[in-house]
Structures are given as C-alpha cells and as structure tokens.
DNA sequence: ATACAACTTGAAGTTAACTTTAACTCAAGT
DNA sequence: ACTTGAGTTAAAGTTAACTTCAAGTTGTAT
C-alpha cells in the first residue's frame, strides 16, 4: 500500500511539515520521491507507529533514531537495546511518579477552592488552607 | 527564618541562576537586597515548594504566576483558580495515560529483546515479535 | 491555457525554561 | 594590602522539537 503524506499526516495527526522533519533528521528512511511528491509504504507507517510509541514514554527523537540504527542489526545489539529501553523505564517511571505528586497537589487546590468559591457566594468566611488539607 | 540564595539553591536542589530566573520572570517577589546581596524568608520557601508542585502537574511557568497574582485576591479569583487547576487536571491526566502506554510499549521491547539476547548467548533461532508480543 | 491546490526545498524563526558569559562588587581571611 | 569566594548584572546562548516562510514545481479541473 501506497501513502502520500497528507494521508500519513491524517492517519497520525501530524502536520506533514513534521513528517518532512523526521525524515531530515533520519528517523524516517528511503522514503520514494514520485513526480517530486514523496511516496510511502507501510514500512513507514509501521515506523510512525513505533515513533508514537517512544515519544509517548519521553524518548528522545535522537535516542529513537539511535534505536532504528541498532535495531538493523539486532542480534548484535540486543544488549545495548536492552540498556537504552530499561534506562528509560527507569525514567518514564520517575515521570509518572513525579505526575501523580502533581496531581496530588492540583486536587488539594482544587478542593480549597471549590470550598472558597462556596463561601464567596453564600457570604460565608473563608476556608483555611490547613482545615481543609491537614 | 533568613536565607541566601546558596541555601535555597541546596535546599531545592536548583541552581542558583533558576532562582534568580524565577524572579525575573515574576515567580519570586519581594526579594530583600542586603549589601547588594539577596536575602529570602519563608515566604520564598513556600513560593518555591509551590512552584516545584505545580511544575511536577506540568504547568507552565506563566500559568504558575498567573495563579500567584489570582492568589492574591483568592476571593474574587477563586473561580477562574478553579478553572485553571481544573484544567491542568485534565492535562496531567492525559500526560500520564501516555505515558503508561509509553511504558507498555517499553516493557514488550525490553521482553522481546532480553530473549533476543538470550538466543544470541545460546546459539539458538531468534525470536519473532508476534510470538513474543501476539 | 490557465488557475488552483498540493507539494517541494533550504533556511530562518519559534517556544519554554533555563544556562552561560563577561565584567564587576563586596566581605572575610591571611 | 591582597586574594578568594560568593554574589551581582544584563545580555547572549542553548536545547529539543518543531513551524513558518519564500519561492518554486506539478497534476488536475475548468
């Protein structure tokens, strides 16, 4: 199957300047240039995927590429594969963990205020931040 | 209680020149300068704890003092704090779905690749991803 | 034939959140 | 007095990941 970039740009929700991008900095390759109109099949589409995929857990574009290049030779850089995914576990688990903490506050805010939004309309004195999240 | 800009450096773990930043930029006010040296009290404590709250939900730096001036006059502003932290809410929510699917995707190439590790120590056929991850 | 939309290029611009630099001041220790 | 180290400023530089721009080309519809 047979892809212009405007229908890759639909199918991922990316603007096709974005598309051009990655593959100026390597991360989508041999892409076919048809009447001057760049043509992709579904190796491409395949490869958006797993971009996706890796930004969604933070990897950097540069580390993805990096992927790509040993992934062409897996057997012999399995181990180094492996390094790169379990350091970013590592860290995509810190950022969940430090989100949760973010969560955490804007709840608390957002339980003072709803009350101090209360007492404003009913005339009422305000909430303190320490009854209300001790 | 007064501070150097050294304690508060330690104290959050940032350097110097973020929190000199910060009050640039109108995070951090009221900065005592003594002998040409800033000097902080609690108040900037607690400015700082909120602040690395609110960057751990995400928010940007501008909503963050936007918040602070809303602060001020908590009563007339409650609602539109709501908004805000509602809002952010919603976000960081998102942020972490991604990044648990980001952590999925992580989690079956570190599977795939840790057998693909193995077959190379053992001599042994490699691994197919649909059998690994059907 | 002509207009038009979609696509092309390389280069420059954008954004957030800092960081670095250069040149300077000041107080304390030897 | 002199050095050292911590702090000061304004301005420029950095980074990642795009985005926008200007100017040109191509295929299709009228």
Redesign the pocket.
């Known amino acids: 199957m047979k892809y212009?970039?405007?229908d890759l740009s639909k199918k991922f929700d990316l603007?096709?300047?974005?598309i051009?991008?990655y593959e100026k900095i390597g991360l989508l390759e041999n892409v076919e240039?048809i009447?001057?109109?760049?043509s992709y099949d579904d190796s491409h589409v395949d490869r958006l995927n797993a971009i996706e995929c890796f930004?969604k857990a933070l990897l950097?574009?540069?580390e993805i590429r990096l992927f790509f290049t040993y992934e062409k030779d897996m057997a012999s850089n399995a181990d180094k594969i492996l390094d790169m995914m379990k350091d970013q576990e590592a860290k995509t688990l810190d950022a969940i963990d430090a989100l949760q903490a973010g969560l955490t506050h804007l709840k608390k805010k957002i339980r003072f205020y709803s009350l101090v939004s209360e007492s404003v309309k009913n005339n009422s004195p305000l909430p303190k931040w320490e009854d209300v999240n001790p």
């Open positions: 212009t970039i405007t603007p096709a300047s974005t051009r991008y240039h009447n001057s109109r760049r930004k950097p574009l540069d």
